[in-house]
């Protein structure tokens, strides 16, 4: 995949799930979004973007670690997201589970775009 459309394609799904908590935000249940959601937000769509260019980046220099610095660039990643909860929870007083699951929300559909990206490219390689 070119790294451009890869970003193009990353910033509209940015988008696209930063709208439901926008939207919830303006409505009478905004108590279901933690106060620091946005930080949240962008701490995890940001790791999410250096992990998927890093891992392009690799791939064009030699394709045949692909698989190799997926799965270290998304451990690398998971880690850095349990230190940063941990010191959410610890550190800031939160409401303990609106946080985790608003948390869990920007990470799972974060991980789904890193999932998907994966797939794609070992489609393209198969086809190649």
């Known amino acids: ?4 459309t890869v970003i193009l394609s990353f910033l509209l799904f940015a988008v696209i799930i930063a709208v439901p ?3 919830l935000s303006k409505s009478t249940h905004a108590a279901w979004l933690d106060p620091h959601f946005w930080m949240t937000y962008a701490f995890v769509t940001g790791l999410t973007f250096i ?6 980046m690799v791939t064009k220099i030699n394709k045949e670690i692909y698989a190799q610095t997926f799965l270290g660039a998304t451990m690398i990643k998971l880690l850095t997201c349990m230190f940063f909860c941990l010191f959410f929870l610890v550190k ?3 409401n303990g ?4 699951a608003n948390f869990f929300y ?3 559909f ?6 998907y990206g994966l797939l794609r490219t070992l489609r393209n390689q198969k086809l190649k």
């Open 1 to 4: 995949m070119k790294l451009h």
């Open 21 to 23: 908590p926008f939207l």
């Open 51 to 56: 992990t998927i260019v890093s891992i392009l």
């Open 92 to 94: 800031i007083k939160v």
């Open 97 to 100: 589970v609106i946080f985790v």
């Open 106 to 108: 920007v990470y799972f």
């Open 110 to 115: 974060n991980l789904a775009f890193e999932i």
